[in-house]
């Protein structure tokens, strides 16, 4: 069973050419990497998989609906397809559990009393029970992600897209969100489609890597044979850049 | 001296401060339903339904550029020839509504834009719908940033209630012009009333308005 299909997309920025001709097809339970340059298109991809950014051309199915017509409800779609931004993207206005707490009392009606007990249980998974009454502004950047990801969690999504989820954050905080986001792609056989520049990360957590490039997909290949031996001459300069520090 | 004491007698003052209670009046009427309108049409103006965001652009654009006196003078004179004869009180509070709506909606707009647009993205990426991530998550920081500016729009709204004297409301000016117009020597008197009446409403709000910020931020 296929969770993500792209056929020919196409994206557009007025006359710029984001995203060239993206065949790609991701099955339910993969968890894939998408690495390269900054500027190749990776995040823009991902962000047109829960519809955040349109496309122009193709066809583009995600978890059975069709993104490409204008008909699909993508408020719908979204209730299976969590994200987790590079700014978190918090809501200011309520405190940690709140934070947790909304999505699945507007969008899913969950009784209040369970929606409660969930959101504390997935505040000990990511260790921060303790912070369950504190504002966003209260806590560091690697707590506010954690937070973040399980407000994800939350929705009891199907898919998750990982939008460089550690960018943002200061070198020793990265290890502790990266832990979260193992576990997390590990234990549950959810699909995870994440933008990362953590080589190390990536080696770890996927079945699968896609490397861009100028808005093209340049390599798909399995994690251990694109590490080992990347196929394409771009890919290989890429990672030995990256690596070599 | 003799003119003031004269000027400030009991039946005077209690004169204005009948005008004072229409100005308050007018003002509390006029800033409850253009809070809620202008917010309606800052919503629609922030929307991505392009085809209605521009047409309430337009009318906003409109209305913003007209002086206020042109668009009292129209609820009172010129919508009788529609068939809508409203008498002087509801003609000042429809033309103040219309105004003061089309500045809280540029001021609703532009806060709702000041707000991080991450805060509508991560709402939309659980399924929220766009008016459930706007009540739940944007409004409500918008709104914060926002109580200075819309106070002092709503202390302008209570002095330009003054404006409405020409199609003469019973407001405060326009009792203050009754009573000068009795006797020349109580124009002085008159406006040192009238200052200081217009100053204690106005400034109260200010500073009920500060408190309301400090105590959010």
Known sequence: ?245 | MQNWINALSWLNVRFLLMGLWVTIYISVISVILSFILGSILGIIRYSKIKFVSKIVGFIIDIIRNVPLLLIIFFTYFGLPNFGLRPETIPAAIIAMTVFESTMIAEIVRSGIQSVDPGQMEGARSTGMSFVQALWHVVLPQAYKNMIPTIISQFVSLIKDTSLATIIVVPELMQHAQVIYGQNANYILPMFAALAVLYFIVCFTLSVIGNQIGKRLS
């Open chain 1, 1 to 245: 069973m296929s969770m993500i299909e792209f056929h020919d997309v196409q994206k557009f920025y007025g006359h710029f050419h984001a995203l060239h001709d993206i065949n790609l097809k991701i099955d339910q339970g993969e968890t894939v990497v998408l690495i390269g340059p900054s500027g190749s298109g990776k995040s823009t991809l991902v962000r047109t998989v829960n519809g955040l950014e349109s496309i122009q051309k193709g066809q583009l199915i995600v978890n059975n609906h069709d993104l490409s017509d204008p008909k699909t409800d993508l408020n719908i779609l979204r209730r299976d397809v969590g994200m987790v931004f590079q700014h978190f993207n918090l809501y200011k206005n309520k405190d940690v559990l709140e934070n947790i707490m909304l999505a699945p009392r507007i969008v899913s009606h969950m009784p209040e009393k369970e929606n409660k007990e969930q959101a504390m249980h997935l505040l000990e998974m990511v260790g921060l029970e303790k912070w369950a009454h504190n504002m966003p502004s209260q806590i560091s950047g690697g707590q506010k992600q954690r937070v973040a990801i399980a407000r994800t969690l939350a929705m009891r999504p199907k898919l998750i897209l990982y939008d460089e989820p550690t960018s943002a954050l200061d070198p020793e905080m990265i290890d502790d969100v990266l832990q979260v986001i193992k576990k997390v792609t590990t234990d549950s056989g959810m699909t995870s489609l994440i933008v990362t520049h953590e080589m190390g990360f990536a080696k770890e957590v996927a079945n699968r890597v896609i490397f861009m490039d100028q808005g093209r997909i340049v390599e798909d290949d399995a994690s251990e044979s694109f590490f080992k031996r990347p196929k394409t001459e771009r890919a290989q300069q890429f990672l030995s850049k990256i690596i070599s520090h």
